[in-house]
């Protein structure tokens, strides 16, 4: 199998490419993110995690919480 040495320069150029511009833009969707992914239509953030319910010790979300004591 013979290999064209201008194709693989040219598909390590393209690939250079590719993976730069996937460690730039996980490094902006991280670093940037919009206020509207980090907590949702309550206020509460995404990655909070569930309180338990002290007398059941069911395990309930926050936002359910938030619901219920605003009264939605």
Same mark, same amino acid.
């Given at each position: 199998? @013979?290999?064209?040495?201008?194709?693989?320069?040219?598909?390590?150029?393209?690939?250079?490419?590719?993976?730069? &511009? @996937?460690?730039?833009?996980?490094?902006y &969707?991280?670093?940037?993110?919009? !206020?509207?992914?980090? @907590?949702?239509?309550?206020?509460v953030?995404?990655?909070?995690?569930?309180?338990?319910?002290p !007398?059941?010790?069911?395990?309930?979300?926050? !936002?359910?919480?938030?619901?219920h004591?605003?009264?939605?």
């Amino acid at each position: 199998m @013979t290999f064209n040495k201008a194709k693989d320069k040219q598909l390590l150029v393209i690939s250079i490419l590719i993976i730069i &511009m @996937t460690v730039v833009i996980f490094f902006y &969707m991280f670093a940037k993110t919009p !206020e509207s992914l980090k @907590t949702s239509r309550n206020g509460v953030p995404f990655f909070t995690p569930a309180a338990i319910h002290p !007398e059941s010790g069911e395990t309930l979300s926050i !936002e359910t919480l938030v619901k219920h004591f605003k009264g939605n």
